[in-house]
């Protein structure tokens, strides 16, 4: 079975937008992407070509692209993947604990998708969140900061229920106590 | 020489609620520097004064920015653009975000006067990709500023032209990267490239260009309100200015502080960040990002936070993201982890960088497992000696840095991991 993919009136219009941004037409393949992968959920060869068509560039640069990024989705993941930071500060902080306990949780390794098309672990390089670690990213979407297994837990039972976690906004210190730290 | 820091008030990160809402930031002065750049100033007097002030590139190299602005050419009438740098993905870092979440019109003023300063025609916002929350914040802020006339055409009645837009990245660590961020805002795979030419030169579709981090940007308004002479009073002498300090790791209190350059290690680790962990010692801390040399913990007193106190220590600036470890940490590890991110961050263009990554990461698991020897010590500080300046970029040498001074600081830790196959001749 193969599926088709097209642009809508609106997705056309959009893109049209993008393409005023940048003075040549090979420039808004990026953010086409972005917008073909928020339609269709990924951007496999057939996105590829499509997107190709509608900007009049060569599919093979397309794939370059896509393959060189790692948040384009070239292949079909779940529905929910979560990125989890494991690079230096994570993985000082934790983040291996908490990317063991998800895989254990959901009974698959990281880089694998759960049979019922729900969940992905991908085990990811710095997501620049280095102060609120262990972290991780819900499909290239909202950040979760600080956790804790029980939190992982939390997430999880969420989505399950179609419940995907808000974003955190993480106030700047400096902001809050100021009389506690003017001794001396 | 210390630094007041303990009365110092954040100026790019003020306390002030609702900043990030255009209404809020014009009512605190907001966009009157753009107004008396572009009334007062000529271009030439902006890029004077802000190289007077001496603002250094708070992206890593630490480059003075006005003067980086001097080297654009003369204007032909042909576009010429500005690519501000927040891909921010070296690890440790995590600052460029809270302008983007707490003060976003103060970059688009900075880099607006920028603009003026130059002669830009457009400038792209390159934000790295996993910050989709972030992005959306910046649009919603150039959306706000085109709305009220101080982007777009004829800003704020003075004649001059200029567009904003965001660029989302894709997760690439090498965009960061100045010519790889100009190939990936051309909608092609992040490969750096050759220099010369330089971006003043032949840029973004072959135009001359300036690369600027965001918080660099984020400064310009500063030095036009108060002047170069206040801004250089501020923090270290020869790297003055507030910084924005993403600390990380093993402390009670992380996260972004703002407060002058030059402030001392040892006071942010304890006074600002509330120390240890567990009341832990120090065993190590990396000053700017994980490609700069680790610091040994019992080394870091009188250390401060500015290019030349770090250079004398053995280390960079980078980007101010520290990253603090207790005397628990496990130094193989921790190069291993940070050997893993180089490899799987390589581009794979340059042979040196591409291979040399994957044999340093290979020779560390060897030694993580237990199966190292002596010998592999010397072979990983030859591998960085082939790596170091032999590339087109300086991803080979950011990777091979943190490999030479940990293994040479930390050495006690590799031997100790390591079969010892050295025996003495009978």
Same mark, same amino acid.
């Given at each position: 079975m193969k599926e088709t993919y097209e642009f809508n009136k609106e997705d056309l219009a959009e893109i049209e937008k993008i393409k005023a941004k940048y003075p040549d037409k090979k420039s808004p393949v990026m953010p086409v992407l972005w917008l073909a992968q928020e339609k269709f959920g990924h951007v496999e060869p057939a996105v590829q070509h499509l997107v190709a068509e509608t900007l009049d560039i060569p599919a093979a640069h397309v794939y370059g692209v896509v393959s060189f990024y790692t948040q384009y989705y070239g292949e079909r993941k779940g529905k929910f993947v979560f990125d989890v930071c494991t690079t230096l500060t994570c993985q000082l902080c934790g983040g291996y604990d908490i990317l063991h306990h998800l895989e254990n949780k959901l009974g698959i390794k990281a880089g694998e998708t759960t049979e019922d098309?729900?969940?992905?672990?991908?085990s990811v390089e710095c997501l620049g969140a280095c102060g609120y670690a262990p972290m991780?990213?819900?499909t290239n979407g909202v950040y979760c900061n600080n956790l804790t297994t029980e939190k992982v837990d939390s997430i999880v039972d969420g989505l399950k229920s179609g419940k995907m976690p808000e974003f955190e906004q993480i106030p700047f210190p400096q902001h809050q106590d100021e009389p506690k730290n003017s001794e001396g | 020489m210390a630094v007041d820091w303990r009365n110092f008030e954040p100026l790019l990160i003020p306390k002030i609620p609702n900043l990030h809402k255009i209404e809020v930031f014009e009512k605190h002065d907001g966009y009157k520097q753009l107004a008396k750049v572009l009334k007062?100033?000529?271009?030439?007097?902006?890029?004077?004064?802000?190289?007077?002030a001496n603002i250094r590139g708070r992206g890593g190299a630490g480059f003075n920015a006005g003067l980086k602005w001097s080297f654009m050419p003369k204007p032909d009438g042909k576009p010429r653009y500005i690519a501000a740098n927040g891909d921010e993905?070296?690890?440790g870092t995590f600052k460029d975000r809270q302008i983007f979440e707490y003060n976003p019109h103060l970059f688009i003023e900075g880099a607006t006067i920028a603009g003026f300063a130059m002669h830009i025609d457009a400038v792209y916002v390159y934000i790295r990709g996993e910050y989709k929350a972030w992005i959306d914040m910046m649009q919603k802020a150039i959306d706000d500023a085109y709305a009220k006339g101080y982007l777009g055409k004829n800003i704020m009645g003075s004649g001059y032209d200029m567009d904003m837009y965001v660029h989302s990245g894709a997760g690439a660590y090498i965009c960061g990267e100045e010519s790889s961020l100009m190939e990936s805002l051309e909608g092609k795979r992040g490969y750096p490239r050759v220099k010369p030419p330089f971006p003043a030169q032949k840029g973004l579709w072959g135009r001359p260009t300036t690369i600027n981090n965001i918080e660099t940007l984020a400064n310009v308004p500063l030095v036009i309100k108060n002047g170069a002479d206040w801004y250089k009073a501020i923090g270290a002498e020869s790297h003055p200015g507030?910084?924005?300090?993403?600390?990380?790791?093993?402390?009670? &209190?992380?996260g972004v502080y703002e407060y002058p350059t030059g402030m001392s290690i040892n006071d942010l680790i304890y006074e600002v960040c509330g120390g240890m962990r567990g009341g832990k010692k120090v065993k190590a801390v990396i000053p700017g990002g994980s490609s700069t040399p680790p610091l040994r913990g019992d080394a870091l007193e009188g250390v401060c936070m500015d290019a030349d106190s770090l250079r004398t220590a053995g280390s960079m600036m980078g980007t101010a993201g520290m990253i603090i470890m207790d005397e628990d940490t496990d130094m193989v590890d921790v190069l291993w982890r940070i050997s893993h991110f180089y490899h799987h961050e390589s581009c794979g263009q340059c042979t040196p960088c591409r291979d040399g990554t994957g044999f340093l990461? &290979?020779?560390l698991i060897k030694i993580r497992d237990g199966h190292g020897e002596m010998r592999d010590l010397d072979l990983l500080l030859d591998l960085c000696t082939q790596m170091e300046g032999r590339t087109i970029c300086a991803l080979a040498d950011a990777a091979a840095w943190p490999v030479r001074y940990t293994v040479t600081r930390f050495r006690e830790d590799f031997e100790k991991r390591v079969k010892n196959t050295v025996y003495a001749l009978a």
């Open positions: 098309g729900m969940f992905s672990i991908q991780m990213q819900i | 007062e100033y000529t271009p030439e007097k902006v890029v004077d004064e802000v190289k007077a993905s070296e690890p507030p910084v924005l300090y993403g600390i990380s790791g093993h402390v009670n &209190k992380p990461e &290979k020779t």
